[in-house]
């Protein structure tokens, strides 16, 4: 009987010393998150390469073709990175626009990781009017514009180019109210611009992201 | 004798899963509460190009290759008390220009590479490796 009890117990131990040699020979698991301040730069990696691949398709092709040139872009680009530095393991971008707009989503893993990055530019007329300028002598064309990058008031906006009837204007000023509002100043010449012609201007934001507004005159 | 023996045998195979449990939990407690490599310095640098890209500021100063400019933004997000060095690459890793200020210790600073990937819609692959010490 003692014998017995004996060889339970040694075989209770026996199982212990198992089971104790099977927990500390588990694989360790490591949690090492990334650090913030690495984690936020390579997000702001990502939204610039985004917001630049956008660019790039809004100056290269028609609205239409955004997607597969922002993608040409973005491969292009991921292939000339140092890997060492930063390894995408896939991505996925898409792009689109219509008059005054432009956006990009895309989404990209890095070390495990899903980033999902917007990038876009609106803009619209909010207001527009043609006087005689008596210390000019000439037509001006006043608008006032609204734009926004990425959701937000933007802060700055160049007007690359103004066509009327196909022929290039030029800009007397442009003048930043903040929170978005912007009034440019367009010079249309001594004879006054043909009825129902069609003002057209291209606007980038300070990333280069271009699109294009109209107004009938 | 037998009996005795055979005790003695199960308590020193008890007293080694104590110890053995032991030395595993002082391990483990070690594990996490080793000291490590300060963060701190790393992620104010990634921090900071993060925020100068971010408003576009970091790309003008780079592709218009104005070591003043980037001096004068890098002033502005990294608090004083910093030492910092600057330097970017090309695509190539060929060194374009260097900025480095208040004092720079190579010996006792974190770094955090930073990648531009272009301007204006045109493809340009830049780093900039940005180096703190001090604080």
């Keep these: 009987m003692r014998r017995r009890g004996q060889f339970y117990t040694a075989g209770a131990v026996a199982l212990v010393i198992l089971l104790l040699i099977h927990i500390l020979t588990l694989p360790r698991v490591e949690y090492r998150p990334m650090e913030p301040g690495r984690a936020r730069a390579l997000r702001q990696m990502l939204e610039s390469l985004t917001a630049n691949a956008l660019a790039y398709a809004t100056r290269s092709s028609e609205s239409s073709q955004y997607t597969s040139r922002a993608s040409h872009f973005v491969s292009e680009a991921l292939d000339r990175v140092d890997y060492r530095i930063l390894r995408v393991e896939s991505y996925r971008v898409e792009a689109g626009g219509g008059p005054g707009r432009a956006w990009a989503r895309a989404e990209y893993v890095v070390e495990g990781n899903l980033y999902k990055v917007e990038a876009s530019f609106a803009m619209s007329i909010t207001g527009f009017r043609v006087y005689f300028s008596n210390y000019t002598l000439e037509y001006l064309a006043d608008i006032r514009l609204y734009a926004e990058v990425d959701g937000r008031p933007c802060r700055e906006v160049y007007v690359e180019e103004t066509m009327l009837l196909d022929e290039s204007l030029s800009v007397k000023s442009l003048t930043n109210l903040d929170n978005g509002t912007f009034i440019v100043v367009i010079g249309l010449g001594p004879m006054p611009p043909p009825e129902g012609s069609k003002l057209t201007l291209l606007v980038s934001d300070w990333r280069g992201v271009r699109v294009e507004v109209g107004v009938e005159v | ?135």
């Design chain 2, 1 to 135: 004798m037998n009996r005795w023996g055979q005790a003695r045998t199960i308590d020193a195979l008890l007293a080694l899963i104590v110890i053995v449990l032991g030395l595993s939990m002082v391990f483990r407690v070690y594990e996490f509460v080793k000291p490590r490599d300060s963060p701190a310095l790393g992620d104010t640098a990634y921090t900071a190009l993060a925020s100068l890209d971010s408003r576009g500021y970091l790309a003008k100063a780079v592709y218009g290759e104005d070591p003043r400019l980037l001096e004068a933004l890098l002033n502005s997000v990294i608090p004083a008390g910093y030492g910092y060095n600057c330097t970017v690459y090309g695509e190539d890793w060929n060194k374009l220009f260097s900025v480095e200020v208040r004092g720079y210790d190579p010996y006792k600073a974190s770094s955090a590479v930073y990648i531009l990937f272009g301007y204006n819609g045109t493809l340009s692959v830049r780093y900039v490796v940005l180096s703190i010490s001090g604080g």
